[in-house]
């Protein structure tokens, strides 16, 4: 299968302006005319091995721990297979690990250590300590800061450092206003743990530079389409947690018949609503990109309006959009029109 009329292939699309992985993932399919699936790998290796806002590959996001672990996923259109591994320690090529899942066994996700045994012996370097000094001097500072903020909620001890415990809202009030006179902060200017008040605060944890995702679309030259997503996470997540990053239908989907779309932002959020699985559905129903975009995000809002995230989409002709909610949002485009990668803006 060729393009068809209308059509312009082949096309790159990456959340945020990670040009040079777009760059990558470009030549990989024009100039050396790789599959879809070998691009998206290429452009997010790139993306892993520059660290990419330091939330993507190695060195950055430390858990409470203070160890860096990461999740990544990729997504053959034209098959269904996925491959992702989630939480993986000591193997420092999240992406490449996802592919050898997808095409080196029938499992569709590979969690934690054991994601890293089975990296190492198909092959990938490692075992390697994935922190690196600056994500040391962010952890050790954020302990000095009574590990504040963090994602916690309805524990004891609510403004310092665990080890943590559940509590009854009474016996937490207790203990948040002691914290909070201790550190001269007057009644009126903190949370009692309810749900939409611990919503609140944990937006404030996320942003650009210490929660996102490389979520990248290539259709290649004979119109196929991939997926491929990397992050190291959100910064002082609770040990364990897995975000959007490695689930198909939330940071990433794909179909040859329909199109694709990718997703960064407040992941423990938009995994709930599988925000890209929900834009490919819609444009296969006659949606254009942009409005797919748009429904899949005022979703979300109506339920968290405090939620901060975006989506790409981008149909099987090539023709792409953005949405997003509490930030703006940017994504990078090439395609065969294009002297270069170009930078989209959407705003809320």
Excluded at 30 to 59: F, H, I
Excluded at 189 to 198: H, I, P
Excluded at 236 to 262: L, W
């Amino acid at each position: 299968m060729g393009p068809a009329e209308g059509q312009s292939f082949p096309v790159v699309v990456s959340t945020w302006p990670f040009v040079e992985a777009v760059r990558a993932a470009w030549r990989s399919v024009n100039d050396r005319g790789s599959p879809a699936v070998d691009a998206v790998v290429d452009g997010c290796t790139t993306c892993e091995e520059l660290r990419c806002d330091g939330t993507v590959g190695p060195g950055g996001s430390p858990d409470e721990n203070g160890e860096t672990t990461l999740d990544a996923l990729v997504m053959n259109g034209a098959t269904m297979e996925v491959g992702a591994v989630a939480a993986m320690r000591y193997v420092k090529d999240g992406i490449k690990a996802a592919k050898l899942v997808m095409e080196y066994t029938q499992h569709t996700l590979l969690v934690g250590e054991k994601a890293s045994v089975f990296a190492i012996s198909m092959g990938l370097p490692g075992p390697t300590n994935l922190s690196s000094p600056e994500s040391i001097e962010k952890w050790i500072k954020w302990k000095e800061n009574s590990c504040q903020p963090n994602f916690r909620k309805n524990v004891i001890p609510a403004y310092d450092c665990g080890p943590y415990h559940f509590s009854n809202s009474a016996s937490t009030a207790l203990e948040n206003t002691c914290r909070l006179s201790k550190n001269g902060i007057g009644e009126g200017n903190w949370s009692d743990g309810n749900n939409l008040s611990s919503l609140e605060s944990n937006s404030k944890l996320i942003n650009l530079h210490n929660h996102d995702t490389i979520s990248m679309a290539v259709i290649d030259k004979m119109g196929h389409i991939a997926v491929g997503t990397s992050t190291n996470g959100a910064t002082f997540k609770i040990p364990g947690r897995v975000g959007d990053g490695p689930i198909a239908g939330s940071s990433a989907y794909a179909d040859d018949e329909v199109g694709a779309c990718g997703a960064t932002g407040d992941g423990d959020i938009m995994m709930r609503f599988l925000p890209c699985y929900q834009v490919v559905e819609s444009m296969r129903r006659g949606m254009e990109p942009k409005d797919a975009a748009a429904d899949a995000i005022a979703r979300i809002a109506r339920k968290y309006p405090h939620f901060v995230g975006a989506v790409f989409a981008l149909n099987k002709i090539g023709t792409h959009a953005g949405a997003c909610h509490g930030w703006t949002f940017q994504y990078s485009v090439r395609n065969p029109s294009m002297d270069d990668v170009e930078i989209f803006t959407v705003v809320p």
